[in-house]
């Protein structure tokens, strides 16, 4: 099939070769990325693309290391660190942009991300970290990313709901990809590691641009339980309905307190570990609390309102804790 390519392609190829730094033979090659055709005859000129550019970045990566910069790290913010894993032009930096404050550049090329982008998406009463990463791909990914993705407590895999003939394929390139990095993308309970050495991260599996002609049948295709989540940037569907499941998924439960004889505080709560007690509440509120605590009340998972409990009470969701100290 011939290239057929275009005159963008050409005169971005003739900088390249005119180029004499690193930056600019990278600024290049991303133009090519960019603007070279893409139907299978081309497959291998756009293979060959991305592994001149990986290995571009992965010298300016070494170089910058050398001078003394840290590696890439992104600080844990709310209620838990949730990371966007995907292939390129999947839908991620759009869904950060839909679902949170953050406003990172949307393109339709791929490698548009090159740094992490975290964003706070609300659910209800509390605040969820997002954080759009660069694409996973078998040619080359920074181990950076996979380093940001170990260190998440939830990791949500997008699968192209436009474009990906074989999602179920896709999943499994994503769950391999991480495993080479001691990664365990989990997808259900039982996905469990013998390796000490890998990090179990829970997952759910999101299909994207469910508009778009044969997204729900490639949905289909996913035998995943809980079933995908399909969203749509463009008609909004499944943005109102993500957010729980990325909460439940995260098993965490909300905590509220009150002083005695006050109203509860129902505006910032604390969040712990699903299974936590009040013990763990009062832990968390003020660590001396544990030592001085007399005895605790609870709203909502009590017998009844106000009920007096012992340490080892389990809280649900949305409980109501007083706390009396010594």
Same mark, same amino acid.
């Given at each position: 099939?011939?290239?057929?390519?275009?005159?963008?392609?050409?005169?971005?190829?003739?900088?390249?070769?005119?180029?004499?730094?690193?930056?600019?033979?990278?600024?290049?090659?991303?133009?090519?990325? /960019?603007?070279?055709?893409?139907?299978?005859?081309?497959?291998?000129?756009?293979?060959?693309?991305?592994?001149?550019?990986?290995?571009?970045?992965?010298?300016?990566?070494?170089?910058?290391?050398?001078?003394?910069?840290?590696?890439?790290?992104?600080?844990?913010?709310?209620?838990?660190?949730?990371?966007?894993?995907?292939?390129?032009?999947?839908?991620?930096?759009?869904?950060?942009?839909? *679902?949170?404050?953050?406003?990172?550049?949307?393109a339709d090329y791929p490698f548009s991300t090159l740094r992490p982008g975290p964003g706070m998406m609300r659910f209800e009463d509390v605040s969820i970290q997002l954080v759009d990463l660069p694409p996973l791909t078998p040619e080359y990914t920074e181990s950076w990313v996979y380093n940001i993705i170990r260190d998440s407590d939830l990791a949500l895999l997008l699968i192209d709901g436009a474009t990906s003939e074989d999602p179920a394929a896709v999943l499994d390139e994503?769950?391999?990809?991480?495993?080479?990095?001691?990664?365990? *993308?989990?997808?259900?309970?039982?996905?469990?590691?013998?390796?000490?050495?890998?990090?179990?991260?829970?997952?759910?599996?999101?299909?994207?641009?469910?508009?778009?002609?044969?997204?729900?049948?490639?949905?289909?295709?996913?035998?995943?339980?809980?079933?995908?989540?399909?969203?749509?940037?463009?008609?909004?569907?499944?943005?109102?309905?993500?957010?729980? /499941?990325?909460?439940?998924?995260?098993?965490? *439960?909300?905590?509220?307190?009150?002083?005695?004889?006050?109203?509860?505080?129902?505006?910032?709560?604390?969040?712990?570990?699903?299974?936590?007690?009040?013990?763990?509440?009062?832990?968390?509120?003020?660590?001396?609390?544990?030592?001085?605590?007399?005895?605790?009340?609870?709203?909502?998972?009590?017998?009844?309102?106000?009920?007096?409990?012992?340490?080892?009470?389990?809280?649900?969701?949305?409980?109501?804790?007083?706390?009396?100290?010594?």
């Open positions: 099939m011939p290239a057929n390519l275009t005159p963008a392609f050409l005169k971005a190829r003739e900088r390249f070769r005119a180029a004499t730094s690193p930056e600019e033979k990278l600024a290049a090659l991303e133009e090519m990325l /960019a603007t070279i055709p893409k139907h299978k005859g081309t497959d291998k000129m756009q293979a060959d693309i991305k592994r001149r550019i990986a290995k571009l970045r992965e010298r300016q990566s070494h170089g910058s290391r050398g001078k003394g910069r840290s590696e890439v790290h992104v600080d844990h913010e709310g209620a838990g660190q949730v990371t966007l894993v995907g292939t390129p032009c999947c839908g991620k930096s759009s869904l950060l942009a839909a *679902l949170t404050n953050a406003r990172p550049e949307i994503y769950r391999r990809l991480a495993l080479e990095r001691h990664v365990l *993308l989990a997808v259900g309970a039982a996905d469990e590691s013998g390796d000490e050495r890998t990090r179990r991260v829970p997952c759910r599996v999101v299909v994207t641009k469910s508009d778009l002609s044969g997204a729900r049948e490639r949905s289909s295709q996913l035998a995943v339980d809980p079933p995908p989540v399909l969203v749509s940037t463009a008609t909004g569907e499944g943005l109102d309905v993500l957010p729980r /499941a990325v909460f439940d998924a995260l098993e965490i *439960l909300r905590v509220y307190t009150k002083l005695p004889g006050k109203p509860a505080d129902l505006h910032e709560p604390y969040t712990l570990p699903r299974g936590s007690t009040v013990l763990d509440a009062a832990r968390i509120v003020h660590r001396e609390f544990v030592d001085r605590l007399k005895y605790v009340r609870v709203w909502g998972s009590g017998r009844f309102d106000g009920q007096q409990v012992p340490t080892d009470h389990a809280l649900r969701d949305k409980d109501i804790v007083e706390i009396h100290v010594h």
